[in-house]
Antibody, heavy 120, light 108 residues
Framework: QVQLVQSGAEVKKPGASVTVSCKAS????????MHWVRQAPGQGLEWTGIINPSVGGTSYAQKFQGRVTMTSDTSTSTVYMEMSNLTSEDTAVYYC?????????????WGQGTMVTVSS | EVVLTQSPGTLSLSPGERATLSCRAS???????FAWYQQKPGQAPRLLIF???SRATGIPDRFSGGGSGTDFTLTISRLEPEDFAVYYC?????????FGQGTKVEIK
């Protein structure tokens, strides 16, 4: 079945970097875009960025520009999100979510989420 | 950036009742590129409605979406016990993609 499986929880110190992975299966990896969405504890959903896994093209939310990098590995059907210079405000669950390659479409499949905790 | 405002913040209803959730956009969302998601505690969001009124695969027909332009609604015709959750609206017609702050549907 179609699924996105994310890497496990991370605990990082302020100023560090974290990389979260999202492995796709059950569909043609390069036929879909991938988004990253985060959710701080008890809060709503915040869009972080998008990657086109087939060519590696990306677009990031303005607030994360310069601090987030999304990459893809077509050989393993995996996308990665790296966030640097972490602060306590980056403590959140990070989700990957799939979008078709229609110009406009919703996020139909989500990963299970990865908890990133930033604490000294 | 398109700001989405959901109302009410919390809806207290009993099983079998009808739920109507609203989402207002700060500017028109082109061609109804609008979605609704359901999220239960400890779980990822699940797509319910896309393109404002189309149900996603496997979503029961008690869920329906409507609206256009700046005002959208999600209706649950008869609440089942598994429907008590948080619901988020989303627009995907303008970058950046944005979400509402959520409406919690709780058991009265």
């Amino acid at each position: 079945q179609v699924q996105l499986v994310q890497s496990g929880a991370e605990v990082k110190k302020p100023g560090a970097s974290v990389t979260v992975s999202c492995k796709a299966s059950g569909y043609t990896f390069t036929n879909y875009f991938m988004h990253w969405v985060r959710q701080a504890p008890g809060q709503g959903l915040e869009w972080t960025g998008i990657i086109n896994p087939s060519v590696g093209g990306t677009s990031y939310a303005q607030k994360f520009q310069g601090r987030v990098t999304m990459t893809s590995d077509t050989s393993t059907s995996t996308v990665y999100m790296e966030m640097s210079n972490l602060t306590s405000e980056d403590t959140a669950v990070y989700y990957c979510a799939r979008q078709s390659q229609l110009l406009y479409d919703a996020f139909d499949i989500w990963g299970q989420g990865t908890m990133v905790t930033v604490s000294s | 950036e398109v700001v989405l405002t959901q109302s009410p913040g919390t809806l207290s209803l009993s099983p079998g009742e009808r739920a109507t959730l609203s989402c207002r956009a700060s500017q028109s969302v082109g061609s109804s590129y609008f979605a609704w998601y359901q999220q239960k505690p400890g779980q990822a969001p699940r797509l319910l409605i896309f393109d404002a009124s189309s149900r996603a695969t496997g979503i029961p027909d008690r869920f329906s979406g409507g609206g256009s332009g700046t005002d959208f609604t999600l209706t649950i015709s008869r609440l089942e016990p598994e429907d008590f959750a948080v619901y988020y609206c989303q627009q995907y017609g303008n970058s950046p993609w944005t979400f509402g702050q959520g409406t919690k549907v709780e058991i009265k």
